[in-house]
């Protein structure tokens, strides 16, 4: 439908559908081709902009900068993610980040709070770059100290099935409302299938966090692709996934089940250099990779929203809507974003994007939350 912008911008929620993702507004004045859709949404942030989330003693004034520069790449919702550390340090950091949400302008674009590890796989390969040392089973009084921390907004929980605690874990939190993801793993097809029925919902990063060399199958990436109670997210970089897994993947998946995510890292944003994700040291290479310091290990991304979305249209073949869906209406359901799922509906928070898309490349050039518009240029 083509709409007046104007009675969109003048209230904190909107008032027509956005049941998909971008063919719903055109505006037809302009010289190349402007969308507005419903704010995108990543569920997998580890920092942005040079900011470290996984740092306890990371500035508020920082955790807000980097906010800014997240909306100014579309994303209006997302969920900042702390990985495998010392447990005073993770509860640390997602304290820190619970107050910088309080207490910011712009801290309500962090929705919750995602959990990665630390009760995944030890194994090198499945445990990709969290570290070893401080890798541990499922611990209910560990997940609760979280939720104290954030008051209560922890939305995800990533963790590996084959731990023996994994079921009853999986079937408390998921109780709470919170999402219980499979990631970092080398279970079989029996504790993943066990996972599933105890509530797991979500494969994270899928083909990520892998061996590097595994059997041809069974295996436990085969295993998450033929299992359709599971959604599944994927690092849509160009340098995670190779174009062949992801189309396979995103086809196996379907359009109703596949998520776009960035699991950005500090760097992301940022130029090449050395960066720290907790205690980590990560460099970011003039190709836009993130790895260990010293070594060729992947340690997150350096992936931003809008880019994901145009390596969708690029390498998966998605049309502009399918792929905008994967970050908007696909993202909303897999880390249970309070009304998302739906797109945007008539008395949501009117969080949208307004953008150029010009030869492949995507320009945001407006965003609001709640109304209220937060970027432009
Ligand atoms: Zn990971």
């Not at 089973?137 to 907004?153: F, I, M, N, S």
């Not at 599933?196 to 590097?212: E, K, P, R």
């Not at 502009?320 to 993202?331: E, F, P, Y």
Request: aromatic share 6%.
């Amino acid at each position: 439908m083509n709409c007046s912008g104007k009675d969109l911008y003048s209230e904190a929620t909107v008032h027509m559908a956005f049941h998909d993702a971008i063919d719903t507004v055109t505006f037809s004045d302009e010289a190349s081709e402007v969308y507005l859709a419903p704010g995108w949404i990543d569920i997998q942030v580890n920092g942005f902009a040079a900011v470290d989330y996984n740092n306890p003693a990371t500035p508020q004034e920082e955790i807000g900068r980097s906010v800014g520069v997240l909306l100014s790449t579309g994303v209006t919702r997302f969920y900042p993610t702390v990985i495998t550390g010392p447990p005073d340090a993770m509860a640390g950091a997602l304290r820190n980040l619970a107050s910088a949400r309080e207490s910011l302008p712009v801290g309500a674009a962090m929705d919750g709070f995602h959990v990665e590890g630390p009760h995944i796989s030890a194994e090198d390969g499945p445990r990709g770059a969290h570290p070893r040392h401080w890798v541990r089973k499922p611990d209910l009084d560990e997940y609760a100290r979280w939720q104290e921390a954030t008051g209560g907004r922890i939305r995800i929980v990533t963790l590996a099935p084959e731990w023996p605690e994994a079921v009853r874990y999986i079937e408390r939190i998921t109780r709470d409302g919170v999402v219980a993801a499979i990631g970092h793993t080398q279970a079989t097809a029996a504790q993943i299938a066990d996972a599933v029925s105890a509530g797991a919902t979500l494969s994270t990063h899928l083909g990520n966090g892998a061996h590097s060399v595994m059997r041809r199958h069974p295996n436990y990436i085969w295993d998450q692709l033929a299992e359709d109670r599971l959604m599944a997210d994927f690092i849509v970089d160009g340098i995670h996934l190779d174009a062949a897994f992801l189309k396979v993947a995103l086809r196996a998946k379907t359009l109703e089940r596949a998520v776009l995510v960035t699991d950005a890292a500090p760097p992301a944003a940022a130029a090449p250099g050395r960066y720290y994700i907790g205690e980590q040291a990560v460099d970011l290479s003039e190709d836009q990779r993130v790895t260990l310091a010293g070594q060729d290990r992947l340690a997150g991304s350096a992936l931003r929203m809008d880019r994901g979305i145009e390596n969708l249209v690029r390498l998966a073949g998605l049309s502009l809507g399918d792929a905008v869906r994967l970050a908007t209406v696909n993202a909303a359901k897999a880390g249970k974003v309070p009304g998302r799922s739906g797109g945007l509906t008539p008395g949501d928070r009117a969080d949208l994007v307004q953008f150029r898309w010009d030869g492949g490349r995507i320009e945001v050039t407006g965003v609001w939350i709640s109304g209220r518009r937060v970027y432009s240029i």
